[in-house]
């Protein structure tokens, strides 16, 4: 019976320091533009293996990301867009395949490329890397198409640069990999190209984390990973008791 008591505090204490990982990054995270909060939570496991049937795990596990929208803050800058909600940027990311992001604090580097505020290539609607020409005046319409006033051109010769690629897709259909950037599941096909008003120019989605909430939740699970050393204490002390009343 000890035993089983301390396996389920160990992984129980190994949980909350996950779930305490989950919380951490959350925060660091509250003021990246369109960041959307990881979700955990904590499962009983049972422990396959010969012997083992009476044992189970505390397992944590990732449920996804919130889907709700941060707030929309006006920013007057040209280049930054906030996508619709179900809606996503697809960038191109370190190994040069499509993945998607709301994060739309776009910028053009010196070699005329659009990229994301962490250098990311912004994908166009054919699916290559966009490079903006030379301008004196950019805008970016509700559909993703760029306009331009060539630089040393009067304002009636604006004309179209491109059209950033915009997909249609659920946060449920997506996951999050290691490097923040959203992608389908395994074998599943990419998302359709969204229609009609996409995004709004000249603004910014904030963070979605609640901050206040998330410190709670370090606090709670601080609190019960501390709970969880204590019975591995207490279990490991009635097992020496045990030990030597038996001796």
Do not use: C
Not at 143 to 154: A, E, F, M, N, R
Not at 161 to 175: H, N, Y
Not at 189 to 209: K, Y
Not at 213 to 223: E, K, Q
């Amino acid at each position: 019976m000890t035993d089983r008591a301390i396996y389920v505090a160990m992984t129980g204490a190994s949980a909350m320091l996950r779930q305490q990982a989950t919380v951490a990054h959350n925060l660091a995270n509250v003021d990246s533009t369109g960041f959307q909060a990881s979700l955990d939570a904590t499962v009983a496991a049972p422990v396959t293996g010969p012997g083992l049937p009476t044992r189970v795990a505390t397992t944590a596990r990732t449920l996804g990301v919130d889907a709700r929208a941060g707030a929309i803050r006006n920013t007057g800058n040209p280049l930054d867009v906030a996508l619709k909600p179900e809606r996503w940027l697809a960038v191109q990311d370190a190994t040069g395949g499509v993945a998607y992001t709301r994060a739309g604090d776009l910028t053009v580097n010196a070699n005329g490329m659009l990229v994301t505020a962490r250098g990311q290539p912004v994908l166009g609607a054919d699916g290559a890397p966009l490079t903006i020409p030379a301008y004196q005046a950019i805008e970016i319409g509700q559909d993703g198409t760029i306009s331009i006033v060539p630089q040393g051109q009067p304002a009636s010769t604006m004309t179209e640069a491109g059209r950033l690629q915009i997909v249609a897709a659920k946060t449920t259909e997506l996951q999050r990999g290691d490097d923040g950037l959203m992608r389908p599941p395994p074998g599943a096909a990419a998302p359709p190209a969204a229609t009609g008003a996409a995004l709004i120019s000249g603004a910014l989605e904030s963070s979605n984390v609640d901050v206040a909430g998330a410190l709670v939740s370090m606090i709670t699970l601080s609190r019960q990973f501390d709970m969880q050393v204590q019975l591995l204490r207490r279990e490991d002390e009635n097992f020496r008791a045990t030990n030597s009343i038996v001796r």
